[in-house]
């Protein structure tokens, strides 16, 4: 199993930066992929950025040249730099993790952006 704990989210005014954390432990060794998905109310949970164990980044369109994605895969840990954020950035953020094509899930982190 793979445990996944975030942090950083909040409330920004819109144009602002926020840095979201995740941290993994239990099966580490197995992990593949790490990064976030966001979901708003009503909405479906959609990608925003994923880093494979090699470094190759995968962005939202929404997300590119605004988010950028980096991991360290010594310490376990995935971050996610949101800049220039929008009011439709509003969410609840999820670090997710992929083991032999599982995913694991977090618990979610809110991010609120007011305009």
């Known amino acids: 199993q793979v445990q996944l704990v975030e942090s950083g989210g909040g409330l920004v005014q819109a144009g602002g930066s926020l840095r979201l954390s995740c941290s993994a432990s239990g099966s580490i060794f197995s992990i593949n992929t790490m990064g976030w998905y966001r979901q708003a109310p009503g909405n479906e949970r959609d990608l925003v950025a994923v880093m494979t164990s090699y470094g190759v980044a995968n962005y939202a369109d929404s997300a590119k040249g605004r988010f950028t994605i980096s991991r360290d895969n010594a310490k376990n840990t995935v971050v996610l730099q949101m800049n220039s954020l929008k009011p439709e950035d509003t969410a609840v953020y999820y670090c997710?993790?992929?083991?032999?094509?599982?995913?694991?899930w977090g618990q979610g982190t809110q991010v609120t952006v007011s305009s």
């Open positions: 997710t993790a992929v083991t032999y094509g599982y995913s694991w």
